[in-house]
């Protein structure tokens, strides 16, 4: 299970972090980007000229940043502008329902993008995966979004894929199909668990999935119908924000 390393240095951090926003919720201008990371303005104005002086990112005549070439990159996963502002509140309250970290995740091809996450106060947690790409077939939010989708798109998806691993991805897409819900047990990472749900499709935004996420050892199987009510409740709580964005006046 991986977790931010006792070594990380914080400038790095900001700067990895700093990239993945720009990549992921488009324009961004120096006093959005310190808010976003927590830093000072003259801070964030250093990480910019960085990024930019490094290709990762570049700024435009409205003086705002946006992703430079080196993240310009073929079939990159969609922008998710807005749904991050939506989905931390809420992931907030499922965090402090259940006890753990909690993230969004919106599903690209074959894989599920890590959109926000809100770690719980354990010593021992699931950290910040908050930009990170992983195979929808194994996490838990990503198989429960599999499991929407019919067989002639799960099947164009996985094209290529030889007999057994694409009957392993149907297995775990049906069983998650059947129950409503899906489950991760160390198939990402050794020592840990997540549950997912799936939202209903909201337009404008892809195909979005919630997750709880916890160390191995501390799961068992009678946590799954709380953690999962609070899954569907939270999904649905954030269903009807996604709705208001939609509908409120340009």
Known sequence: MKNKPAYSVESVDHALRLAVCLQQEGAMGVTEAAARLGVARSTAHR???MLVYRDFAEQGVDRRYVAGPILR???RP???VGLRDLAVPQLR?????TGESSNAMVLHGRQVQMVATVECEHVLRVGDREGRLLPADRASG?????ARLGRADLAA???????????EVERVVRQARRRGFAINDQSTEAGLTAIGCALEESPGFPPIALSVAMPTARYHRRLLPDIVGALRETSAALEADLRERANAPD
Not at 93 to 97: E, I, K
Not at 157 to 167: L, M, N, Q, S, V
């Open 47 to 49: 990480l910019l000229a």
């Open 78 to 80: 969609e922008r998710v």
């Open 93 to 97: 309250t499922l965090m402090r329902r």
């Open 157 to 167: 998806r996985y094209d290529g894929e030889t007999g057994d691993a694409f009957e």
């Open 73 to 75: 990159v073929p079939n």
């Open 142 to 146: 990503g198989r429960a979004l599999l």
